[in-house]
């Protein structure tokens, strides 16, 4: 009756175990880091923000799986999905988004929709936005 319980005890433990264990972030590539680096020159970070207005998608830019740029002019917003959006850098997917209003929020959920097939492949949540200024 003990090894029972003592293997649903094990197999619960390695199911905790499993699901607190973060996700590792990918190194950038050196080619989207100096993107990166070249799109937020001459910018400053500020603090956080929960939320932007919505930004057409011309004023979007995927730099990697990690890395989602919106460009408000002298304002850049970086935006770090939650666990990355995988395979969205490669262009074959687009983010599609369920509207609740005029914003777009931290823990929004997005969907990955293949440009091809037009099926879903994923999903990306988004963490809060980092606001890039110009200097002076």
Do not use: W
Not at 20 to 32: D, K, V, Y
Not at 68 to 80: K, P
């Amino acid at each position: 009756m003990r090894l029972p319980i003592t293997l649903a005890t094990a197999a619960a433990v390695a199911a905790l175990a499993s699901c607190t264990t973060a996700p590792e972030r990918e190194t950038r590539s050196p080619q989207a880091a100096a993107e990166l680096a070249e799109k937020l020159a001459g910018r400053t970070a500020g603090p956080t923000k929960s939320c932007i207005p919505n930004y057409p998608s011309t004023q979007m830019q995927v730099i990697d799986d990690y890395t989602i740029l919106f460009d408000a002019g002298s304002t850049v917003y970086v935006q770090n999905p939650q666990g990355g959006c995988r395979g969205l850098a490669n262009g074959s997917y687009t983010l599609v988004t369920r509207q609740y209003g005029t914003q777009l929020c931290a823990n929004d959920i997005h969907r990955m929709v293949d440009l091809q097939t037009g099926m879903q492949g994923g999903a990306c949540v988004f963490s809060e936005f980092v606001p890039y200024k110009r200097q002076g």
